[in-house]
């Protein structure tokens, strides 16, 4: 999807927020989006999501299947955690019994199951952004929308929704996220942009940076390490995109692994990528070392 000439402002004659943003936001990608205090990066990201909508320019190509988490979740919902999910998934298009299942499902992944049949109002703020998080995955969205939705949950949520983004992204999804923490997915986005004085700029990521693309005249580059990683016995081909773009070596005559190639920044999400297929990793070398 892209965003062209987009601009936003509250009400006539409010001041803008953004203006000229010009974003693209291709399928299977992993972009951050950073910025201080008040700069627009959740206006951004509500446009993205199609909540709202620019006071000027266009958004085009925008998935079908688009799921977003706000920064602020409404909790008083007269719906049990369940029942609120089940008719999430509904209204995203399941049928009863694969919204039900997601539902369950989902509220597991992320340690909130014995919260099902919960009041909505009566939920801790941890327990209820697990609730958040867990509808906009509920329907394998194409397009991802994350504002600061790991803030308020315990350690074990926040790396299953790691997990569930890298999931997403290897399916193919685009995944636009802002979080407080740098250290949040680092070295992993495709695209980083900032967002200052109304304006929407892309930082070059640390990965691109270790890889020598130059970001300054005084940055100096080093080269990334590669990795190998030898893999086998998928349940079906290799998932059509994967994250570092790795170059594939299918196995020979004899041999039953297929060989991925990767820069060492994109290793873990390449890893989570392919046991999420169901691959079996064989073994794993980082520049002649077998780990
Ligand atoms: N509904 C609204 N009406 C008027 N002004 C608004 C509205 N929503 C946002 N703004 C203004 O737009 C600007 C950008 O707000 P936004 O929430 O997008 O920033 P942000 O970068 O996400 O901030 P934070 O990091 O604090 O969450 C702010 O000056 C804010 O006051």
């Known amino acids: 999807m ?56 266009r958004v085009t190509d925008r998935p079908a299947r688009t799921a977003y988490v ?5 909790v008083a919902l007269p719906f049990t955690a369940g029942d609120y999910l089940v008719h999430l998934g509904r ?8 919204a039900r299942a997601g539902a369950g499902e989902w509220l597991e992944r992320f340690g909130a199951a014995e919260h099902a049949r919960t009041d909505m109002a009566e939920l801790s703020k941890g327990t209820s952004q697990k609730v958040a998080v867990a509808q906009a995955l509920l329907a394998d969205p194409d397009l991802l929308v994350l504002d600061e939705a790991w803030t308020g949950l315990d ?49 070059a990521p640390p990965e691109r940076a270790r890889a020598g693309t130059p970001t300054g005249a005084d940055e100096e580059a080093t080269p990334c390490p590669r990795v190998r990683i030898a893999v086998s016995g998928g349940r079906g081909p290799l998932p059509g995109r994967l994250p570092g773009a790795p170059v594939v070596t299918e196995p020979g005559p004899g041999d039953t692994a297929t060989v991925l190639t990767v820069d060492a920044a994109h290793s873990d999400a390449l890893l989570a990528a392919l046991l999420a297929a169901s691959w079996h990793i064989d073994h794993l070398t980082t520049e002649g070392v077998r780990v």
């Open 91 to 98: 209204i995203q298009g399941l049928g009863p019994a694969a």
């Open 155 to 203: 350690t074990g949520a926040r790396a299953e929704l790691d997990a569930a983004v890298r999931e997403r992204r290897a399916a193919g999804a685009t995944v636009v996220f802002v979080d407080h923490d740098p250290r949040r997915l680092a070295g992993e986005a495709d695209a980083v942009y900032e967002v200052a004085s109304g304006r929407v700029r892309e930082k």
């Open 70 to 74: 706000p920064e602020r979740f409404p």
């Open 2 to 57: 892209r965003l062209e000439h987009v601009g936003r402002r509250h009400g006539l004659r409010g001041p803008w927020v953004l203006r000229e943003v010009r974003l693209d936001l291709p399928a299977g990608t992993l972009v951050r989006v950073l910025g201080t205090n008040g700069t627009g990066k959740s206006t951004l990201l509500r446009i993205v999501a199609g909540v709202d909508a620019p006071t000027e320019g």
